[in-house]
């Protein structure tokens, strides 16, 4: 029954998101893509950190191996399709070498970790820069189809992605796994005494928080077309881990408001920046840290007035206005 519910809801998805990429205009659908590739790896995130309890700050980095190993393929095959299965398979490999670590970590060590993870890989494409080219990145090539704009095309195609990694996210939490990983947030302890295999929980999770990742990196390159390592440094990965806190941990709609938000903020603090009449020195560090700030500030006013997130706001207008129609 749940999977027939996940279902009609992902194609219900398919056809609301067929119908508005017609509408909007080129810039908007590219604003929905990018949403919808952030989507990926703020839901993969969630999976990691809201239902199994590990704090990730290396998940820009994974989304830079989705992204390199898509540019590495697109530019060699030249399949976008098979590139972004590529880069996610990848991008799965480099998550359980991560997990079976982290696995062995709590708290500060685990977050360590990560950290460690998100600062080498960026990194390592400058070092090897006859590789990766160092700061200039690598190019992305695709043949756009003829019949849509590029811009209709490209949300269409970070759009239905997003759809599957949702609908395929949404059926592991609602299974014994999913049961399983919340059980090990909640008491390792006592999940151990239930007979879950607590490591491997672990190990699996970060494996199948890793895959949406590399792939969301992967339609970041597609989109841009282009992959370099300044768009995948620790400020992403910290943007992540704030996304999916302020949408609502443990809740793949809060994935949903939080991908919202690290489209929109960027969008308003342009809007400001633009607005301030400031020198040149004074323009450049706006440019640098106000999203971040506005992103820290949303962060406080979203805890302080609904500490569960978004989501959980939601959830709350939705649970009165239901009980005052029942008192009607």
């Known amino acids: 029954m749940t999977l027939q519910k996940h279902l009609i809801f992902t194609a219900l998805g ?3 998101l ?5 509408q909007l205009e080129p810039f908007r659908n590219y604003q929905l893509a990018t949403m919808a590739a952030y989507l990926c790896a703020t839901a993969g995130l969630t999976i990691l950190t809201g239902l199994n309890g590990q704090i990730s700050l290396g998940h820009g980095a994974l989304m830079a191996v989705g992204a390199y190993t898509m540019a590495f393929a697109q530019n060699g095959i030249g399949n ?6 590529l880069a996610m398979l990848a991008t799965t490999a480099v998550g359980a070498i991560i997990g079976v670590a982290a696995a062995r970590l709590r708290g500060p060590y685990l977050a360590g970790l ?3 993870v998100a600062l080498a890989i960026p990194a390592f494409t400058v070092t090897f820069d006859g590789l ?4 200039q990145g690598l190019p992305v090539s695709f043949t756009p189809p003829e019949t849509l704009p590029i811009e209709t095309w490209q949300a269409l195609t970070a759009g239905g992605s997003a759809l599957l990694v949702m609908f395929l996210l949404a059926n592991v939490v609602s299974s014994r796994f999913g049961r399983a990983m919340r059980a090990v947030r909640d008491n390792e302890v006592a999940a151990r005494l239930a007979g879950i295999h607590v490591a491997r929980t672990q190990v699996l999770s970060f494996v199948i928080s890793a895959a949406p990742a590399g792939l ?3 339609l970041l390159a597609f989109l841009a077309q282009n992959v370099s390592p300044g768009a995948f440094s620790l400020t992403l990965s910290l943007y992540l881990l704030l996304a999916i806190v302020i949408g609502g941990l443990g809740n793949l709609a809060g994935a949903v408001w939080g991908a919202f938000l690290l489209v929109a903020l960027p969008d308003l603090t342009n809007s400001l920046t633009e607005g301030i ?3 040149p020195e004074l323009a450049r560090k706006l440019d640098g840290n106000l999203a971040l700030a506005i992103f820290g500030l949303t962060l406080i006013v979203v805890m302080l007035v609904a500490p569960g997130g978004l989501q959980s706001l939601v959830q709350r207008i939705s649970h009165r206005i239901r009980k005052g129609r029942n008192h009607v």
């Open 132 to 135: 990766f080219n160092s700061e």
């Open 114 to 116: 990560t950290l460690a």
């Open 216 to 218: 969301g990196g992967a």
């Open 277 to 279: 009449t400031a020198s």
């Open 14 to 16: 398919g056809i609301f």
């Open 18 to 22: 067929f119908a508005v990429t017609q």
């Open 80 to 85: 976008l399709y098979l590139s972004l299965l």
